[in-house]
């Protein structure tokens, strides 16, 4: 397959594959048409633009937690080699002016300006940056800085006796409380009742590329070459900064090298940088160090759980509480809400919950991979676990016998509900009848041998987008919008779209993606991105259709079913706007985890053997992308169930291991087999094309099936994340 990039009027930049020349089909595996060039190092990440005069500039940041600098001494680093300028808050104060964040209506990741004065907020908080000729001397101008402080005692934690909770309720009139009949009294009536209480870490995401910028100024026309995972916001919040019109801005992301949640929206270093290239008259690459994505970027948050289950002899769910905690930086309200998940999955006569959100001195959390699902659903599928052995039934079928086709609390019923069919399918291949209902039972070559299983599931998304279809007198068609490749395969999937829906050959199509100057495109998150755009392009090429024959083109607004007229405005003014389902229907991708692991019987160290996933998430657009998601999903979910923590300083707030020695990710020689089953899920009812998304689904459950595996090998149930040897002392 060969690669062309295309120029184009107004993007200058676009991708067509060469094939054998043919209609290709939606459903066909389809080899990615920008994957040669990344495998030939010529993919156009942001951070390999050639600008001509380039300076860099690197990051100071705060070594406390809370308090305020007391001095700057800066001469030493001013008469370093090649350093050209050096920015505090003396020198930039209110030249960048406040935003609110992203969830509050703004564009940001984090509300708080570092350099609008003398505070400290949070360890790592940008105190100045210095630019010079080149990287080496930007850094080491960075290195020569010195600041003092006056420190005070910061809140770090969620486990913090200063950490102060309040209910969600309280704080976000949005939010209510999912409340059916008298928990109590349920619980009361029960035969059998678990009642625990689970944790998950701090995690960080550290894509392999970080989140570097580059700013030049062409008059007052302003160019950022960043990796962002929301161009609108990113263009529109800029401007807001600087005081500028969104027209006077443009952004630029072709590809993103890895994100799930790290790059949301704009950052703060951004205008930082585009303010010292207006300073210095040249253009600024700001290069963000591996150490310094851990409070540039976001993270997500720890959380506490408190799940209570009652159930009848016969395995009957009669209640279910879900009682859960999480944190947020002082200055933002970002909360991640997941008992909307949590106490719908299974049906249950009585339900409560509440979620509350504690404030910490930490630079403010954001969306991971299944912000919400991956830590609710552990304490939920790990606690099924535990009910399912006081009742000594197995657990695939306990969940069986609690299966629902509405939501219980609301009634709402399911656009489809084929979480059986992912566990059947899963247990097929997995030879789940093989499972030793009695922890501790095989012991194999020095091994302890388990086996555990756990849900997936996760509400479907849409949102508005924009969409731009061209065909020229010769049949070439180009689509345009400004949404993002993340590495999901989307410059693949709407070409092939367009070569379907338009019968044109492949190598005819030519796709134009991450640019503000394209038609406007929202986030790219929350397993929406191809859900909507699928839908957006489809009505596009039918209507490029129905015009006459020749040079024809379709610049289409796609608002999703039941979506406020407003969204739209939005999506344009660069706000997020997305879609859970509708007033009388739930539409949720569904999955089911098997896993083997063995635990060392003399050192208490975890392998996973083998993993199935079995997953139903709608129309499947092209199966080998989709494979790679999916199992991309699984082993992060390994890795946040066996590795990854990031260790914070009790006394200081300091993240310690802010890089991949000490932030644990596991390598291929962790993984062991592997195997995605997609189940199929014609789910007609969802959207015109029957897609669900399937980004996340793969990652939510894994780290409850490992733990109930870890159960299963050795007795020992590990209810705190990550599951670590010191854990498991007992089964040797």
Known sequence: MVISSSPNRRSGFGIRAQTHGGVTRVGEPQTRIDGPLKVRGMADFPGDVAVPNLAHAALVVSPIARGHITDIYKDAAASAPGVMLILTYKEVGDAIRPIDHLMEGGWTNSSWRPLASSEIRYAGQIVAMVAADTLENAQAGAAAMRLSYHAEQPVVALTDPGCVTQPLTAIDPEHHAREKGDL???????????????????????????????????????????????????????????????????????????????????????????????????????????????????????????????ADKRGRLLGIGHDAATVSSRFDNFAMEGTDVSTALYHADAVACEERLGRVDRNTPGPMRAPPEVPFLFALESAMDELAHALDLDPVELRRRNDTDADPVTGKRFTTRPLMRCFDAAAEAFDWGRRMPEPRSTLRDGWWIGHGCAAAARPVKLGPVSVRVVQDASGAVRVETAHHEIGNGLYTVLATIASE??????????????????????????????????????????????????????????????????????????????????????????????????????????????????FAAGRVLNPLTARSQLLGGMIWGQSSALFEKTEIDPRTGVYMNRDLEEYLVPTAADV?????????????????????????????????????????????????????????????
């Open 501 to 614: 829906r338009l019968d044109v050959p492949l190598d005819r199509v030519t796709v134009l993606l991450g640019d503000s100057a394209l038609p406007h495109a929202g986030i790219s998150g929350g397993s929406s991105t191809t859900t909507s755009l699928a839908n957006a392009l489809r009505e596009a090429c039918t209507a490029l259709l129905r015009k006459p024959a020749g040079a024809r083109e379709v610049t289409l607004d796609y608002l999703p079913p039941g979506a406020d007229e407003k969204a739209l405005a939005a999506l344009r003014d660069g706000h997020i706007k997305l879609l859970a389902g509708s007033e009388n229907q739930l539409a949720w991708a569904f999955g089911a985890h098997m896993v083997e692991v063995k635990v060392h019987a003399a050192t208490g160290e975890v392998r996973v053997v083998r993993h199935v996933g079995a």
């Open 184 to 310: 109590l009294a349920a619980l009361a009536a029960a035969a059998v009742t678990v009642d625990e209480r689970y944790t998950t870490p701090v995690q960080h995401h550290n894509p392999i590329e970080l989140p570097g910028t580059t700013c030049q100024w062409n008059g007052d026309m302003l160019t950022v070459h960043e990796p962002t995972r929301y161009i609108g916001a990113a263009q529109h919040g800029l401007a807001a900064q600087l005081g500028i019109a969104p027209e006077q801005v443009r952004v630029i992301s072709h590809f993103i090298g890895g994100h799930f949640g790290a790059k949301l929206a704009l950052s703060q270093h951004t205008a930082i940088c585009a303010l010292a290239a207006r300073r210095l008259g040249r253009p600024v690459r700001l290069d963000v160090s591996r150490r310094d994505q851990f409070t540039v970027a976001n993270h997500r948050t720890e959380t506490s759980h408190r799940l209570r289950l009652g």
């Open 672 to 732: 062991g087999d592997i195997e995605a089953i997609m189940v199929p899920d014609d789910d007609a009812a969802v959207n015109a094309e029957h897609v669900k998304g399937l980004g996340e689904i793969g990652i939510i459950g894994v780290n409850a099936a490992i733990a109930n595996a870890v159960f299963n090998a050795t007795g020992i149930r590990v209810r705190n994340l990550p599951i670590r040897v010191e854990d498991l002392l007992g089964a040797v």
